[in-house]
């Protein structure tokens, strides 16, 4: 970026040196000097319709708003004066002179905008003695309610829908001392129920269909954690009272996700008291699941495990990890599988081709990958599959925010319509399927299209040659040698590249970092490495086995064939992820234990149910998409279940009883996460950073590129969720799915979700 | 959805007619409405798809404009002004006799579905007061009998005869009088080219396209010290002079024709009588700037105008003074005329470019001016009505010789529609700085029925009020301005001793809070709480702490808000709480002086 011409004024007699074109608002707050005012928005259009952000300005006739008043050479702006403060005092008596006033009964006490500028800078009295204007609250949706006498009539909801969102779902409807926010069906929302104007909202206007008249914000405690739903990693602050979880949203915008949140982190918090929950171990007995003790439970899986391992050697026994569990429980898992019960047969649903990019960039991951700030930042994104706004809503936001804020040029090849091609400069839809040849003939020039394609990747191609530095986003749909023809596509821009591989939950990265992978250990070392099994090995306290092992979804095959005699499964639903459903399968199995929150279709199958917590309910690490590491928090205490760190950690000893492997030692996850940064590639990071609530990112990879490295075919796919899915956790996230707009697939066939979706 | 012919020809031509479709909303709402009554959820959907537009889009913009509705309305939609001309000869009586007539109130039906009834703000008919529209038509110069003949007419299926043109424009030119641009007014058949041509018509632009360069048409505009007639008076020619020269953009020419202010009717008779003087001046303006594209905004109400104003442009493009290589000279043109829907607002020059974008008509944060960001994000001039109209006179006599007729920096002649209590109400073309009292006494005839001067509005209800002390000024925007009021828009209304000021003080509220976007919050939440205080305190609730908080509250909105329409409101009322405090006094005894209790009670 050019060098910004640097000009000099002066606010409330302190001279200030800024860039040209700084807003007087914002230049104000740098200097600790608070303007207050409730239209004016950071990234969204300017309004100046509030007017509290009047100031006063030498030679200019009439206070001016602070909100859109560009600094100049030699502006001598006064904040603090009678007349400004006068202007205030004004402006809230008007605001005042229709609102209802009821802040003892409204959500937003405590928390609220007007509330605040009224104690600070609003009269102690009101002289206002006519009716006020009095409307009905009005239900928008399950989770969005509207209060228009509480309404300021800001318009931040309105632009934040609009510009942030790109859904244009509000409206304002009448005029005057009228006007009202209107919803784009009659008195119903259609959108994507991120919420994003509940939290913008200034006043208590817009409320949380899940939190309204629940509680009081003061009653409350505040966890800052990772949502546990994608793989993005937004902060959501839980609001927690009496042990529950009230109220999810962006408290202070000190994510990486600043101020965007999606219907996900938002909405989907219940099922942490879902009725469903499992909160007993349950032991199978006589064919039926029932209740047992921790004690019995354990012992049971224990004694089971160590026959098996007798009976049919370690080989027989497999492991399926999870995309939801912290870092430290998928290195314990890691341990617990290769060391503890000698197999390599782990692994877990891969997402993303992780791996497949870790080892085909090798050492340049250090800095060739892109965090969702360098997506905002780009100059460029070069976007291939994913259907980012229904998959990764952050990527999404961010993407837009740098189409408007500094005209960012996304780039885009997809094989299915999406509603971010509205952002793109070039889009090419190419069939279903079609994003990997179309990326080999952007490489090779090799490869048939019709030509109305031919002609948008020609197009593509002269427009990406002529960029400079590009981020470089891609779905599952590009794995392996694709990811190499990408990486050595990029060395044609003339600038620097990054590259973000999009995955689907919360953790799926750090499952692969962390080595849940038959044929890598941690930090993507090879297995087939001797000195690394040696490495892990010795810290482990036993020998990882030389033979790779099975994937997931070979498991579960095995599982059919007799081949396979015990599944280990933490967090993770097979039966249903591989489409293996039917009353045959799993026949040959011996045991089946299931680490888990609910009664998922492979837990009713188990012979042992361990209750776990959730991410919300214990404390780790957790790695997103683009392996940016966060710390997570108990928010609160599960009641019954165990972490699965506990869980492993406890087995560990029972099976140290019983003469197989010997216990872990690792008593907290903070021990684990350091014994992790000193030994896993790349997640040597600064834990005073994250315990400072930030992100650091993990550029987990092996030591050398790898020329050829391939997942084996079935291994790496998207589980397709959508806003308003979550695997099998969506399913007990009841006020996420109690939307119109969550009954069905915006990839279905379905005319209808087509009209709100891409409306 | 299957469109009657008509309708779907209408819509057609409109879908093409702008350079973002989006424009054509607002028209094609209006022009539905009056095929079908009201805006259904059907042809809102059907519009919407035409434009690719969100239903929320649609229904939020439609929801801004007073004439649009959303529930059929009677086959004769009456709208009875009471704004401050109209209520000063009896429109406030006159409203009431309809709605007993009618047997229904303000924005109702009656069952039978003939009628429905409105009270409207002004409707520019202000030298004809008391005025009603019956849907398009207009009626002035009314009274019970005539109304009741109206009626009487359409209840037998008859069409009554509108109001040929604006009462009050055509009368037999006074001594004092200077027809620089009313000069044709007149003239049979003045709005036809040939008659036009025969009278001077578009020989200016023959002259500013043959003989001078685009530079020197700026100069000799900035020569005659036109300033903007709409009421803020900029100088037109530095307006045109900012519009930048190297843009790849396309410039755009607009006449701003949403003529609005209370008391104001002299677009009306401009555009009906001479809809080419306006033409002209426009592809004048377009020559000067390098614009190809006009539009005439023009308040929906006028909709015969607009009909006056489309056969004008058609002869105009027949005749080769529009559209391509304009006479020989290699100069393009295009003009079409674009309805608003009923906003006062609409009138404030960014907002009226927000309305003809086809959205609310909210104002724009300014800078960016229009010269350099405008319609469409493109270099805009944008001017009133008259004062474009003004343009081929300015060309065709020389800036000078223009300039002087007027008094120095306030260049020429412009029309005065004064109202109110005045033996001849009337549209009067005047040198600027003619003397109010002459304008009120010699030209007006006077006060009506020989009674005393009280107050004058000197040019629209959005200036300060004169007493009757403070008529001996020039009527030019510098004097004015020195005596603390504003020329404003040329609508003079005279009120006499038997006039309730804080009645007039009331009803100006009324408009102004009724007008307001909604933007901004001082003026949103000012003119409503002041239109609630003014109500309570006229019929007899007034307390004495509220005289000073109505001076205070529209203090407080005053030099505060985003748009000129704070002042707007905040400007009268200081005016009149200050100069007609004892009025106010008198209130508090619980009874006001002037006006009969029921009409009291009637206001709304």
Redesign the interface.
């Known amino acids: 970026m050019a060098e910004q011409k640097q000009i000099a004024f002066t606010i409330d007699g302190q001279q200030v040196t800024t860039s040209a074109g700084t807003l007087v608002i914002e230049a104000a707050k740098r200097q600790g000097i608070e303007v207050p005012s409730f239209c004016y928005y950071p990234g969204l259009s300017?309004?100046?319709?509030?007017?509290?952000c009047?100031v006063e300005v030498e030679k200019m006739?009439?206070?001016q708003t602070a909100c859109?008043l560009v600094a100049t050479e030699g502006m001598v702006v006064k904040t603090g004066t009678e007349q400004v403060h006068k202007?205030r005092k004004?402006?809230i008596?008007?605001?005042l002179?229709?609102h209802p006033l009821d802040c003892p009964v409204c959500d937003k006490g405590g928390e609220c905008e007007l509330q605040d500028m009224t104690f600070r800078y609003g009269l102690d009295k009101t002289?206002?003695v006519?009716?006020k204007l009095h409307s009905p609250e009005e239900k928008w949706s399950p989770l969005v309610y509207y209060d228009a006498p509480r309404c300021?009539?800001c318009f931040r909801c309105v632009r934040v829908c609009d510009e942030g969102m790109d859904v244009?779902?509000?409206?304002?409807?009448?005029?005057?001392?009228?006007?009202v926010i209107?919803?784009?069906?009659p008195g119903e929302l259609a959108c994507e129920e991120c919420g994003m104007c509940i939290d913008i909202c200034p006043v208590g206007a817009l409320t949380s269909g899940t939190y309204r008249y629940q509680t009081r914000p003061w009653e409350m405690t505040y966890v800052g954690n990772p949502c546990t739903h994608c793989s993005n990693g937004c902060k959501t602050t839980l609001s927690v009272r009496n042990n529950e979880i009230l109220r999810a949203n962006n408290r202070d915008h000190s994510g990486i996700n600043g101020e965007f949140l999606c219907a996900k982190g938002r909405f989907g918090f219940d099922f942490t008291t879902h009725a469903e929950r499992i909160r007993q171990p349950l032991v199978r007995r006589n064919g039926r699941l029932e209740p047992a003790s921790w004690e019995d439970a354990l012992e049971e899986v224990a004694r089971r495990l160590k026959q098996i391992h007798e009976a049919h050697g370690p080989a027989a026994i497999g492991v399926i990890g999870s995309n939801h569990t912290t870092n430290e429980e998928n290195y314990l898992l890691n341990r617990f599988a290769r060391v503890t019960l000698g197999t390599n047969n782990l692994d877990h649903h891969r997402t993303a081709d992780y791996a497949g990019l870790a080892t085909a960039l090798g050492p340049r991951a250090k800095d060739s990958l892109a965090t969702m700030a360098d997506v905002y930042n780009a100059p460029a994104v070069l976007l291939i599959g994913n259907d980012v706004t229904q998959q990764n809503p952050l990527v999404a936001w961010q993407i837009r925010a740098g189409v408007r804020h500094h005209g960012l040029r996304l780039y885009a090849i997809n094989g299915r319509p999406s509603k971010i091609h509205r952002q793109a400069k070039v889009a090419v839809e190419v069939a279903k399927g079609g994003e990997r040849v179309a990326l080999r003939w952007l490489a090779t020039e090799q490869g048939q299209f019709d030509a109305k394609t031919t002609e948008a990747l020609v197009q593509l191609k002269a427009a990406l040659e002529a960029e400079k530095d590009v981020v470089v986003l891609f779905g599952a749909e590009i794995q392996g040698s694709a990811i190499r023809d990408l990486i050595s596509l990029s060395a044609r821009f003339g600038g620097k590249t990054k590259f973000m591989a999009l995955g689907d939950y919360a953790n799926s990265r750090g499952a692969s970092d962390l080595g849940v992978l038959p044929d890598r250990l941690p930090g993507y070392a090879p297995l087939a490495d001797a000195s690394e099994r040696a490495r892990f090995g010795k810290l482990w306290g036993g020998e990882v086995p030389s033979t790779p092992g099975m994937t997931a979804r070979a498991m579960m095959e095995a599982t059919v064939a007799g081949k396979l005699k015990a599944l280990y499964v933490v967090g993770a639903n097979p039966l249903k992820t591989f489409g293996m459903a039917q009353p045959d399968r799993l026949a040959g199995l011996e045991l089946l234990v299931v680490h888990d929150m609910f009664l998922t279709e492979t837990a009713q199958r188990a012979d042992v149910v361990l209750p776990a917590a959730s991410t919300y309910e214990k404390d780790g690490t957790l790695t997103n998409t683009a392996g940016e590491v966060q710390l997570t928090h108990r928010g609160v205490d599960a009641q019954g279940p165990r972490s699965d760190f506990d869980l492993l950690r406890i087995l560990s000893h029972q099976l140290g009883m019983l003469g197989l492997g010997s216990p872990i030692r690792l008593r907290t996850p903070e021990a684990a996460f350091d014994e992790i940064r000193q030994n896993v590639a790349g997640y040597d990071l600064s834990h005073a950073n994250l315990l400072g609530g930030g992100s650091e990112v993990a550029a987990a990879s092996c030591k050398a590129a790898e020329p050829s490295y391939e997942a084996p075919a079935g291994a790496v796919f998207s589980s397709q969720d959508y806003l308003f899915t979550s695997g099998t956790l969506g399913r007990y996230c009841s006020r996420l799915t109690s939307t119109n707009e969550a009954k069905e697939t915006p990839w279905g066939s379905s005319p209808n979700i087509q009209s709100w979706w891409y409306? | 959805m299957q469109l009657p012919a008509p309708l779907e020809a209408k819509f057609k031509e409109l879908a093409g007619r702008y350079p973002i479709k989006r424009s054509a909303l607002i028209p094609m709402m209006l022009y539905a409405q009056d095929q079908f009554g009201f805006l259904g959820d059907e042809i809102l959907e059907e519009i919407a798809k035409r434009l690719d537009l969100n239903m929320i889009q649609v229904e939020e913009t439609l929801a801004y404009y007073s004439m649009l509705r959303r529930k059929p309305a009677g086959r004769y939609h009456i709208q009875v002004c009471t704004n401050i001309s109209c209520m000063l000869r009896g429109g406030n009586e006159l409203y009431q006799h309809v709605q007993k007539r009618l047997g229904i109130g303000h924005k109702e039906v009656a069952p039978s579905g003939t009628f429905s009834l409105e009270e409207v703000e002004c409707i520019g008919a202000c030298t004809g007061a008391p005025a009603m529209q019956v849907n398009y038509d207009f009626y002035e110069d009314l009274d019970a009998d005539k109304v009741d003949a109206i009626f009487e007419q359409l209840q037998a299926g008859k069409k009554p005869k509108p109001s040929s043109v604006t009462a009050g424009a055509l009368h037999e030119r006074l001594p004092a009088e200077v027809p620089v641009i009313s000069k044709r007014f007149g003239i049979p058949n003045s709005n036809k080219i040939d008659v036009y041509r025969k009278h001077d018509g578009y020989r200016a632009l023959e002259k500013a396209l043959k003989e001078m360069t685009p530079d020197q048409i700026i100069d000799e505009v900035k020569k005659s010290n036109l300033r903007g007639r709409g009421g803020a008076g900029f100088p037109a020619g530095m307006k045109w002079s900012f519009v930048p020269k190297d843009t790849s953009k396309p410039k755009y020419i607009l006449a701003n024709a949403d003529e609005s202010e209370p008391g104001t009717c002299k677009d009306r008779p401009l555009m009906e009588m001479d809809p080419h003087q306006l033409i002209e001046g426009m592809v004048i303006a377009g020559r000067a700037v390098a614009a190809h594209q006009g539009y005439i905004y023009i308040r929906g109400e006028y909709r015969y105008i607009i009909d006056i104003m489309d056969a004008a442009i058609a002869e105009a493009y027949a005749n080769g003074y529009l559209g391509k290589n304009i006479l020989g000279s290699g100069f393009d043109f295009e003009l079409v005329t674009h309805t608003g829907a009923g906003a006062y607002e609409c009138g404030e020059e960014s907002a009226l470019m927000e309305s003809l974008e086809g959205k609310r008509g909210y104002p724009r944060i300014r800078p960016p001016f229009p010269a350099v960001v405008g319609l469409y994000g493109c270099p805009t001039v944008i001017n009133n009505a008259e004062t474009l109209s003004t343009v081929p006179a300015v060309i065709l006599m020389g800036g000078e010789a223009y300039a002087n007729l007027g008094t120095p920096k306030n260049g020429g002649t412009r029309l005065y529609s004064i109202s109110g209590h005045v033996n001849r109400p009337g549209i009067y073309e005047l040198p600027l700085g003619f003397p109010l009292r002459r304008l009120i006494e010699e030209v007006a005839g006077g006060v009506r029925g020989g009674k005393k001067l009280k107050a004058v509005i000197p040019g629209g209800s959005s200036c300060p009020l004169l007493s009757a002390d403070e008529i001996d000024v020039a009527m030019d925007y510098d004097s004015v301005a020195k005596i603390g009021s504003m020329l404003g828009s040329g609508g003079t209304v005279v009120m006499d001793e038997d006039t309730c000021m804080v009645d007039v003080a009331r009803r100006i509220m009324h408009f102004y809070a009724h007008e307001s976007c909604g933007w901004c919050i001082p003026c949103r939440e000012g003119t409503a709480w002041l239109r609630k205080m003014l109500d309570r305190f006229h019929g007899g609730g007034g307390r004495a702490e509220d005289i000073p908080l109505i001076d205070e509250l529209a203090k407080n909105m005053l030099g505060r808000t985003f748009c000129p329409l704070g002042d707007a409101a905040a400007l009268p009322t200081i005016s009149i709480v200050k100069k007609w405090r004892n009025e106010f006094e008198d209130h508090l005894a619980g009874k006001c002086a002037y006006n009969a209790a029921e009409m009291i009670a009637g206001a709304h």
């Open positions: 300017l309004q100046a319709a509030c007017r509290m009047l006739p009439k206070l859109t202007a004004d402006m008596e008007f605001l002179s229709n002289r206002f006519e009716e300021i009539l244009k779902a509000l409206g304002v409807g009448s005029r005057g001392v009228l006007s209107l919803p784009n069906e409306r």
